[in-house]
T-cell receptor
């Protein structure tokens, strides 16, 4: 049972434009969300997080939006750069930071 | 270098065999997590240890086991290997109260 879903396996964006990566979840108890970025042959690296008490968190070019009623979060990258090309995973936790559920990832390709 | 060390990086073995994957967490981190990433799948949580004790269990098969030693390194033991066990196995660590994981670069296991 996939509690966190990333329905777009891939996304291609032109350099300088906005990249929007989406994530849906089914468990209403989830209250903490993370985005990770993964390059080939490397482990995922933490990118940005958001707590359910917020609906937006911004860190430089990266902004995560949370819509609790829709059980949906999105990661916006503005402006997109070729170095952002990677697989992005969203993850969610239900008050127990010991266990995060991950989506299947979205492969972002930023074209120069 | 994330600070989380996983060995070996690659492992090829035959069905029915047993292997041990090793993880050294980032200095100061007490929690170790194991995740499995099969082809085109998300990261599946296997198990978590905190300061030597099992803290949470996910979709870990009975053929798999793990432990965390007094020096905080962890080992994931996979036995009676099947072709379907071929995957990337990631270890992550975290500091108590730190909501983000730090992942190692993974061990790629191929069962032939």
């Amino acid at each position: 049972d996939q509690q966190v879903k990333q329905n777009s396996p891939s996304l291609s964006v032109q350099e300088g434009r906005i990249s929007i990566l989406n994530c849906d979840y089914t468990n209403s108890m989830f209250d903490y969300f993370l985005w990770y970025k993964k390059y080939p042959a490397e482990g995922p690296t933490f990118l940005i997080s958001i707590s359910s008490i917020k609906d937006k968190n911004e860190d430089g070019r990266f902004t995560v939006f949370l819509n609790k009623s829709a059980k949906h979060l999105s990661l916006h990258i503005v402006p997109s750069q070729p170095g952002d090309s990677a697989v992005y995973f969203c993850a969610a936790s239900a008050g127990n930071f010991n266990k995060f559920y991950f989506g299947s990832g979205t492969k972002l390709n930023v074209k120069p | 270098d994330s600070g989380v060390t996983q060995t070996p990086k690659h492992l090829i073995t035959a069905t029915g065999q047993r292997v041990t994957l090793r993880c050294s967490p980032r200095s100061g981190d007490l929690s170790v997590y194991w995740y499995q990433q099969s082809l085109d799948q998300g990261l599946q949580f296997l198990i978590q240890y905190y300061n030597g004790e099992e803290r949470a269990k996910g979709n870990i098969l009975e053929r798999f086991s793990a432990q965390q030693f007094p020096d905080l390194h962890s080992e994931l033991n996979l036995s009676s290997l099947e072709l379907g066990d071929s995957a990337l196995y990631f270890c992550a660590s975290s500091t108590q109260g730190n909501y983000g994981y730090t992942f190692g670069s993974g061990t790629r296991l191929t069962v032939v």
